[in-house]
């Protein structure tokens, strides 16, 4: 799923002052079960915003909502009279729904109140970790399961390094050594024969390199 | 340095194994918190959030107490260090609006130490400032 | 699945050892049938089959316990006890060989003095100088140096050696040990404090050196270390229910020391596996905690707490959040009427409303016992 965290305060502060009304919208799918925003973010960031306008003496009307998935146009449309009453738009969705808002409304000022970073899963409550980065052309059959694109610090698709010690990365010691992760794979299953074969560079167009990318089912679009 | 008692808005958010159960021993004595603390009572640490503080400051709080039993004395065994967390995060995030960390604190007690969150609600004020090189 | 409000009369207790046999003799006589697992053999080696627990589900009052083996079909009960019993092994005391000075543990002294009842025995006691570590080698529990004053009392009842109780750091700070040691002293036990303490092992016996003096003893009683069971960590983990610090099976709230209910609704602690004390102290836990589980038993239904979670299913995004943060196994995903989401079991929640706080959507609220009661009679 997408993983994204609330921006620092200070920062988000500093898009609204100007507005005397914001409307803050959240996201009940991605962001909402890495508890950055949904329903109930949503509420704890407007108490914070409405305390902030007190405390700086500021007017400023703050108004909560929340939809189910802020991707799609029609789950945002019973938004459009909260767009148009309130000067600006504070999304907590991830980047993908700020985006939906912005075009959806395009005469509305639409700001992002998280960052939006990974594709990862729960290692366990309050802890996610990075899994994919979306390269579009998915090796994953070669490496038993584990990507060495998103997990090894450096993308290496013949490791490990030299840096690779028990297991871990020499980066950051809370990072497990993608390679090392694995050959143990690759041993359970039996496929350790498989690391003979060695990788060419990666062609890195299937990926965000290649430009912003589209998928298109032919045989379901209208 | 001013003697008077701070008698600015002040709300007890407290587990009602912890500090309920103190202000109902302190009730059988006669006694009770003052005018300007505001009770609020949870049935665990655990159930604290950061809405529920923030809440308190929105509706006129100018200081607020979370109060949880102590570590180890929880029913439901990690309430106490969920409230403390919580608290510590709320904090950061009214520091980063502006409301100072004082304002917000964290205290363990048993159901007998009633007295002590008496004191504790007449002695949470303002830190003193260091003055340096005051005649 | 039977309705988990009702009760199933049965009662599993868990361990073998006299607080185990305690607890089963108990429920028997209030005429529970009584399943007995022992639980050994828990790192794969060996033990028979239905000795030790794989997995607990379901709720109290239907709980439906996995046994090893993977033939064994799961056994349904209403309540578990968990009476494991500890691991009492001699203090370290280092005896060289080929020294005859007996070394023994204060039970097994007071043991070998009752049976040696016959007179040219008692007067034989009478004659021996005996020397009693009261907390050696490291901080004894208090019980377990009241213990050992209790087994110095029944020797003194029995015969009258000379007994020398030393002691390091013993605090006699509670009515029992005030009382043990006054009446063991009035009655001629020579206490003696000590910082360091050296043990020299000769012909004649133990010579017994402290920084006050130098005594000569001639059997030596060291009281037994406890160690927790050996199988309460793979237990807890595999039953839901905690281990605390020290190795021994936790109750909720600990300070609340001997009340007998863990984390999860229906399982129980008892005995030695979760305190220790003297042996009248360890059978009234067990009696008090069998106390309860009956009363849960034969109440037939499952009691509900005054106040439960409960979740608006329709709200429910299955972040599995609360699963997860709910410290008593109180909830899980279920289906009903083709809709999948977290369900709060009433029987098993304790109101702490923990799931509550974490859930993001706040689908999670804090409902009144009469009004599930409300809700179903609808």
């Not at chain 1, 993908?96 to 000022?109: D, H, R, S």
């Not at chain 2, 655990?46 to 809440?55: A, K, P, R, V």
């Not at chain 3, 003799?25 to 828990?42: I, K, S």
């Not at chain 3, 059997?219 to 605390?244: F, K, N, Q």
């Amino acid at each position: 799923m997408i993983v994204a965290e609330r921006k620092p305060i200070a920062e988000i502060l500093a898009n609204l002052r100007q507005a005397s009304s914001v409307a803050v919208v959240g996201c009940d799918t991605c962001v909402a079960v890495c508890m950055a925003g949904g329903t109930k973010e949503v509420a704890v960031l407007s108490a914070a915003l409405r305390l902030a306008a007190r405390q700086e003496g500021r007017e400023q009307l703050i108004t909560e909502a929340c939809v189910e998935r802020q991707c799609e146009v029609e789950f945002n449309e019973p938004l459009a009279e909260l767009v148009a009453e309130h000067d600006v738009i504070l999304s907590m969705a991830c980047g993908v729904g700020v985006q939906t808002l912005a075009e959806q409304y395009p005469f509305a000022v639409v700001y992002p109140a998280l960052n939006t970073k990974f594709m990862g899963r729960p290692e366990e409550l309050g802890t996610w970790s990075e899994r994919c980065l979306g390269c579009g052309n998915c090796v994953l059959d070669k490496f038993g399961g584990v990507c060495p694109i998103t997990r090894c610090s450096k993308n290496l698709l013949n490791g490990p390094c030299g840096g690779s010690q028990d297991g871990i990365c020499e980066v950051d010691p809370s990072i497990p050594c993608a390679w090392q992760l694995v050959y143990d794979r690759l041993v359970a299953i039996g496929q350790l024969e498989r690391l003979w074969q060695v990788e060419p560079p990666k062609d890195w167009t299937t990926s965000r390199d290649g430009g912003p990318r589209k998928v298109v089912r032919e045989d379901i679009v209208p | 340095m001013s003697d008077a008692r701070d008698t600015s808005p002040l709300v007890l958010i407290g587990c009602q194994r912890s500090a309920g159960a103190a202000l109902a021993r302190l009730a059988d004595e006669g006694r009770a918190l003052p005018a300007h603390v505001q009770w609020q009572s949870v049935p665990c640490g655990g159930n604290i959030d950061e809405l529920m503080i923030l809440e308190a400051f929105e509706i006129g709080a100018e200081r607020v107490m979370v109060v949880s039993c102590a570590a180890g004395a929880c029913n439901s065994v990690v309430g106490d260090e969920r409230a403390r967390r919580r608290t510590a995060a709320t904090r950061e995030l009214l520091e980063a609006i502006g409301i100072e960390g004082w304002r917000l604190r964290y205290e363990t007690m048993a159901p007998n130490m009633g007295a002590d969150l008496l004191r504790w609600v007449d002695a949470f004020v303002a830190p003193v400032e260091e003055s340096v090189g005051e005649a | 699945m039977s309705d988990p409000r009702l009760i199933d009369p049965r009662v599993m207790v868990v361990g073998q050892g006299e607080d185990a046999q305690r607890a089963a003799a108990l429920a028997e006589a209030a005429g529970c049938a009584v399943v007995r697992v022992p639980h050994t053999g828990a790192n794969g080696d060996g033990g028979a089959s239905g000795a030790r627990i794989a997995g607990v589900d379901g709720y109290v009052g239907g709980f439906s316990v996995r046994l090893a083996g993977a033939d064994e079909a799961p056994v349904g009960v209403g309540a578990i006890v968990m009476a494991l019993g500890n691991r009492r092994m001699p203090a370290g005391v280092d005896v060289p060989k080929g020294s005859h000075v007996p070394v023994m543990t204060p039970m097994a002294w007071a043991e070998k003095v009752r049976r040696d009842l016959r007179e040219e025995y008692r007067v034989a006691w009478a004659r021996r100088r005996v020397v009693v570590l009261l907390d050696h080698p490291s901080d004894t529990p208090k019980e377990t140096a009241a213990e050992t004053l209790r087994a110095v009392q029944d020797v003194i009842a029995l015969a009258h050696p000379g007994i020398y109780a030393y002691y390091r750091n013993l605090q006699v700070d509670t009515h029992q040990l005030e009382r043990l040691t006054r009446e063991t002293r009035e009655a001629g036990v020579v206490y003696c404090r000590y910082d360091q303490v050296e043990l020299a092992f000769g012909e004649d016996g133990v010579t017994v050196t402290t920084e006050e003096s130098q005594r000569l003893g001639d059997l030596l009683v060291v009281p037994e270390a406890i160690h927790p069971p050996v199988y309460a960590g793979d237990l807890a983990a595999r039953t839901g229910i905690r281990v605390g610090g020290d190795g021994f099976l936790q109750d909720v709230n600990m300070r609340h020391v001997g009340a007998g209910e863990t984390v999860r609704r229906g399982i129980y602690v008892a005995g030695r596996c979760h305190l220790d004390a003297d042996a009248e102290t360890q059978a009234a836990d067990v009696d008090r905690v069998m106390a309860k589980v009956l009363a849960l038993v034969a109440g037939g239904v499952a009691r509900l707490p005054d106040e439960f979670a409960q979740v608006a299913s329709e709200e429910c995004i299955r972040c599995l959040t609360c699963i997860r943060t709910c410290p008593h196994g109180a909830i899980e995903l279920r289906t009903s009427e083709e809709v999948t989401a977290a369900h709060v079991v009433p029987e098993a929640c304790w109101g702490c409303g923990m799931c509550v706080a974490n859930c993001p959507v706040r689908a999670i609220t804090l409902v009144p016992a009469a009004e599930l009661v409300e809700q179903e009679a609808v």
